[in-house]
């Protein structure tokens, strides 16, 4: 099996020199350099994962004042295909046709406004007859 691994993390006014030094100790632990606050890896070896956290937990506060952090590990396995992907052809389709939710509420509130007019306007009318 192969393992996807990837750490994001970000300091608040950090020592760019020991932000430097721990992202060097990962890439030298096996795990490549993505950007500034991201390094990832790929392995069949779940040991070098492994390592990573670690160099990681023992470096976490040395460049500052830590401000987000995010770690993930997947395991990839052999390709296959989505759960029920043969009943569910026009997934995609059917989803994309479906309304956003912020159009929905927009139209829950402008029918709603129109009920409250429509009742202000019977309610004139009443006032009116009389």
Do not use: C, F
Request: glycine share 4%; proline share 4%.
């Amino acid at each position: 099996m192969t393992y996807t691994g990837i750490i994001t993390l970000d300091y608040n006014h950090p020592d760019s020199n020991t932000q430097t030094r721990l992202t060097n100790a990962l890439v030298l632990a096996g795990w490549q350099y993505a950007e500034t606050s991201a390094v990832v890896v790929d392995s069949e070896d779940l040991d070098e994962i492994r390592l990573g956290l670690e160099v990681l937990a023992r470096a976490i506060e040395t460049p500052g004042e830590l401000s987000a952090l995010s770690i993930q590990v997947q395991m990839v396995g052999p390709e296959r295909g989505a759960p029920a992907e043969s009943n569910h052809r026009k997934a995609l389709a059917r989803l994309l046709k479906e309304e956003l939710p912020s159009v929905r509420a927009t139209r829950r509130k402008l029918n709603d406004s129109l009920a409250d007019l429509s009742k202000t306007l019977d309610d004139a009318d009443s006032l009116l007859e009389d």
